[in-house]
């Protein structure tokens, strides 16, 4: 009777010694937590898999329609046939496809034993970073850095530069946005409604004022005003209207009065979900103003991202953002790797 109790005396004790060493671990771990609480950024930060978890909302991906292809290291025509079939349908455009098919043809040779999925990626690597570093870059250091976004109706200019501002604003920047779409009736208003709710500075005038005149007025208040982002929003255009066009290149110029070497970035903004119409605005507003990089929009809503890797591989222009839904958190930086996974798993 008495050796039980004493074991049960010690295992009650021993208990309650584990007890209170978890309620001291736990009252000094909770300390040591509010005290470093002091000392972290209050500053949020986007997340690091920002692209990779919004793409996977997407239905983006080669994967499923490549299937079993992807883990050969040997192919016969019919393979080739088929990968030409999905690229093609992926809207990568028929130059582009060709173009990759001769370059795997050569690496197959080369490597005996790389599947298609590590060739594949290999290659569009090769192409996004081949552009990434040709126009100057969005951390240019002018001050203010100008950057102005082009694009046809619809495709997203006006909630990409809001999104865009808010990412600017997340790093610590002073942004100003220009309401230079002075066309369509309520585009003002709408610029003006998204910087209240980011908290950005906007410039605008009335409806239906010169588009150049209140771009010029942005550049100047910005510098003034020691912003490090004036982002001009423009009217949508088509790209076939010559006239159009042509006020668009007097925009630029009337920028670079303002501001010697402005606009520093020249973006268009396309929609993922026009395809191959997509590749021939960018080949358009390349060729009338010179663009300097591509903003991608709804991507969430198509599986046809492939347009990025022509426009890359054809125009040697970079993607700079993608857009992924209608929430401010939904527009994010392009990153080629990130990007390829996504489209191949
Ligand atoms: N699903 C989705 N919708 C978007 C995206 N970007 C923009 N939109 C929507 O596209 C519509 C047109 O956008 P807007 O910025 O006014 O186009 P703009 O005429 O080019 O200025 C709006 O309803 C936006 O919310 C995106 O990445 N995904
Ligand atoms: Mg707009």
């Known amino acids: 009777m008495l050796p039980q109790l004493h074991t049960a005396q010690i295992l009650f004790s021993a208990l309650c010694y584990l007890t209170a060493a978890v309620l001291v671990f736990l009252v000094v771990f909770g300390i040591v937590n509010l005290f470093?609480?002091?000392f972290r950024p209050t500053q949020r930060q986007l997340p690091?898999?920002?692209?990779?978890l919004g793409l996977g909302k997407t239905k983006l991906s080669l994967k499923d329609r490549?299937?079993?292809?992807?883990?050969?290291?040997?192919?016969?025509?019919?393979?080739?046939?088929?990968?030409?079939?999905?690229?093609i349908s992926a809207d990568v455009g028929v130059k582009t496809t060709d173009f990759l098919l001769t370059r795997l043809r050569a690496e197959e040779k080369k490597h005996e034993t790389l599947s298609l999925q590590k060739i594949l990626s290999q290659e569009l690597l090769k192409i996004f970073e081949h552009v990434a570093d040709l126009p100057s870059n969005p951390s240019s250091t002018a001050t203010p850095h100008v950057l102005m976004m082009v694009g046809v109706n619809g495709v997203g200019k006006t909630t990409s530069i809001a999104k865009l501002a808010h990412y600017f604003q997340q790093k610590g920047e002073k942004v100003l946005l220009a309401a230079a779409d002075t066309f369509r009736a309520g585009a003002v208003n709408q610029l003006k409604v998204w910087a209240e709710r980011i908290g950005a500075a906007t410039l605008a005038q009335q409806e239906g004022a010169d588009p150049a005149s209140v771009a010029f007025d942005a550049v100047k208040s910005g510098e003034a005003k020691a912003m490090h982002q004036v982002i001009i929003d423009t009217a949508g255009r088509l790209h076939t209207k010559v006239n159009l066009m042509e006020e668009l290149k007097k925009i630029h110029r009337v920028i670079g009065k303002a501001l010697p070497g402005a606009p520093h970035?020249?973006?268009?903004?396309?929609?993922?979900?026009?395809g191959q119409n997509a590749f021939q605005q960018a080949r358009d507003f390349h060729a009338a103003i010179g663009l300097t990089g591509i903003v991608l929009t709804k991507l969430d809503g198509t599986a046809k991202g492939g347009i990025v890797i022509g426009i890359a591989n054809e125009?040697?222009?970079?993607?700079?953002?993608?857009g992924l839904g209608e929430k401010l958190e939904d527009l994010?930086?392009?990153?080629?790797q990130e990007f390829i996974e996504a489209l191949l798993g």
């Open 36 to 38: 470093l609480s002091f």
């Open 48 to 52: 690091t898999v920002e692209l990779t």
């Open 66 to 87: 490549l299937g079993d292809l992807l883990r050969l290291s040997r192919f016969d025509e019919v393979a080739y046939g088929r990968l030409e079939e999905v690229l």
């Open 265 to 274: 970035e020249v973006w268009l903004v396309i929609d993922a979900t026009q």
């Open 315 to 322: 125009l040697q222009v970079p993607i700079r953002f993608v």
């Open 332 to 336: 994010r930086p392009f990153r080629a």
